[in-house]
Every structure is written in structure tokens, then in C-alpha cells.
């Protein structure tokens, strides 16, 4: 009898783990994406200097839908080649503080929409896997008044800026945060894990990578 209730109490317990360990895809399949531009959403790049855009990876199939790094080689996904200079003695980069992103992606929704998650794609594929040529350092803002914008509130996960994660190697990225009411969301990138960092001279400090995304996704509440 006893023997018995063990296997009732290990079969409940593995029910229960698969309850609850979905993966992305699982989890967001009934869910509407904000993000979509065939939902109305659109895309566009805040200008910053030393950025060179592959004209081969347009910027607009990042709200396309399609998520999959293997179609990479097929046009899919952003590419952007960066440099930034970095003043060692300051801290201080040629976009603003030390801080500072390298670019930042404005998605726009066609009317105020709730949004508490947002979902980041960047390459991860056998050629170019994530760990070695993925996006590392990024976060998500939001306007709160006239060229304002503030850091969303991240929930179950504690960071050393706020609204920032760093030092990522896969290739999902999740954003869970409060809810909030917004018509634009603004995607900071601050650092990819294939930058190389090299010396001008003692004071300088110029660092060199590219940008490679997927997919950006935005949800809320609203079901399909």
C-alpha cells in the first residue's frame, strides 16, 4: 500500500512539472502580439553615428512573425554593424554616459495597448550560435511625458540597471515587467557578445561588433 501511494505521489509530481515547464513558443501561442506589423505595428531605428545597417537584413523583419534563426541566411533578421568610442578617463562614450545604448529600436502600436512582456529574438543558429554572436547587453524603456522615457519594471529578476539584462548567451530573451499602458516601447542595445575592444591610444577606448536580431515580440492580456 505503501509502495502504491509512492507512485500516486511521484506521478502527481512529474503531472505537475510538466504543468508548468513550457517553453516559449507553448506559452505565447494563444497570446496577441502587439508587435506584429500585419497588427498594426511599426518599426523604426533611432539614428546614432557609427552604425552601418546590412541593407540585406532589413530592420522591418524584426516584426514579421517569423522567429527562426535557420532563415538567417534567407534575409531574415536585422544585421547592424557598430563602433563606439569610449574615453577612458571620463567614462564616457560618443553617445552619452558609459552606459549608453549602441542603438535603440522604437516599435510603435497603433493605440495605447497593454503590454507586460516583451519577447527579444537574436541570432542563435549552428552557424552563428548565441553564446558567441548574440546580443548581451540590452533593455526595455518606455515614454512617460514629452522625449521621456522610463525603464519598465522587471518582475522575478533582480539586475544592476534597472529594466537591463547583461551578459546574455542564449537566444530568447525575456522581458516580464508590470503592466503598463503605452503606445511605443524602445529596445536599448548596450553590448553583443562578439565586440572587440581595442585601443586608440591611452585615453581611448573604440569597440567593434555587430547587431544581429530575429524577432521582437510585445503581450499583454488580449488573446487572439
Given at each position: 500500500?505503501?509502495?502504491?501511494?509512492?507512485?500516486?505521489?511521484?506521478?502527481?509530481?512529474?503531472?505537475?512539472?510538466?504543468?508548468?515547464?513550457?517553453?516559449?513558443?507553448?506559452?505565447?501561442?494563444?497570446?496577441?502580439?502587439?508587435?506584429?506589423?500585419?497588427?498594426?505595428?511599426?518599426?523604426?531605428?533611432?539614428?546614432?553615428?557609427?552604425?552601418?545597417?546590412?541593407?540585406?537584413?532589413?530592420?522591418?523583419?524584426?516584426?514579421?512573425?517569423?522567429?527562426?534563426?535557420?532563415?538567417?541566411?534567407?534575409?531574415?533578421?536585422?544585421?547592424?554593424?557598430?563602433?563606439?568610442?569610449?574615453?577612458?578617463?571620463?567614462?564616457?562614450?560618443?553617445?552619452?554616459?558609459?552606459?549608453?545604448?549602441?542603438?535603440?529600436?522604437?516599435?510603435?502600436?497603433?493605440?495605447?495597448?497593454?503590454?507586460?512582456?516583451?519577447?527579444?529574438?537574436?541570432?542563435?543558429?549552428?552557424?552563428?550560435?548565441?553564446?558567441?554572436?548574440?546580443?548581451?547587453?540590452?533593455?526595455?524603456?518606455?515614454?512617460?511625458?514629452?522625449?521621456?522615457?522610463?525603464?519598465?519594471?522587471?518582475?522575478?529578476?533582480?539586475?544592476?540597471?534597472p529594466a537591463r539584462i547583461q551578459e546574455n548567451k542564449k537566444g530568447i530573451?525575456?522581458?516580464?515587467?508590470?503592466?503598463?499602458?503605452?503606445?511605443?516601447?524602445?529596445?536599448?542595445?548596450?553590448?553583443?557578445?562578439?565586440?572587440?575592444?581595442?585601443?586608440?591610444?591611452?585615453?581611448?577606448?573604440?569597440?567593434?561588433?555587430?547587431?544581429?536580431?530575429?524577432?521582437?515580440?510585445?503581450?499583454?492580456?488580449?488573446?487572439?
Open positions: 500500500m505503501k509502495i502504491l501511494n509512492l507512485i500516486i505521489i511521484l506521478i502527481a509530481i512529474f503531472l505537475a512539472s510538466c504543468a508548468t515547464k513550457t517553453d516559449n513558443s507553448q506559452l505565447d501561442s494563444g497570446f496577441k502580439n502587439h508587435a506584429l506589423s500585419s497588427n498594426g505595428a511599426t518599426i523604426s531605428l533611432v539614428a546614432h553615428s557609427g552604425l552601418s545597417p546590412n541593407v540585406q537584413h532589413p530592420l522591418e523583419t524584426l516584426i514579421n512573425g517569423n522567429h527562426s534563426s535557420d532563415d538567417w541566411a534567407n534575409g531574415e533578421g536585422w544585421e547592424c554593424e557598430y563602433q563606439s568610442r569610449q574615453s577612458i578617463q571620463s567614462g564616457q562614450t560618443r553617445y552619452g554616459s558609459e552606459s549608453a545604448s549602441l542603438v535603440d529600436i522604437l516599435i510603435e502600436f497603433p493605440q495605447e495597448t497593454l503590454i507586460n512582456r516583451i519577447v527579444i529574438y537574436t541570432i542563435d543558429n549552428k552557424e552563428f550560435p548565441a553564446i558567441n554572436f548574440g546580443v548581451s547587453d540590452l533593455g526595455v524603456r518606455y515614454p512617460v511625458g514629452l522625449n521621456a522615457w522610463a525603464p519598465v519594471e522587471l518582475i522575478g529578476l533582480t539586475t544592476k540597471y530573451i525575456n522581458f516580464r515587467f508590470k503592466p503598463i499602458k503605452t503606445k511605443s516601447i524602445k529596445l536599448f542595445i548596450c553590448d553583443t557578445n562578439d565586440s572587440i575592444d581595442t585601443m586608440r591610444d591611452r585615453y581611448t577606448r573604440i569597440k567593434n561588433g555587430f547587431i544581429r536580431l530575429i524577432e521582437i515580440e510585445a503581450y499583454g492580456t488580449d488573446r487572439y
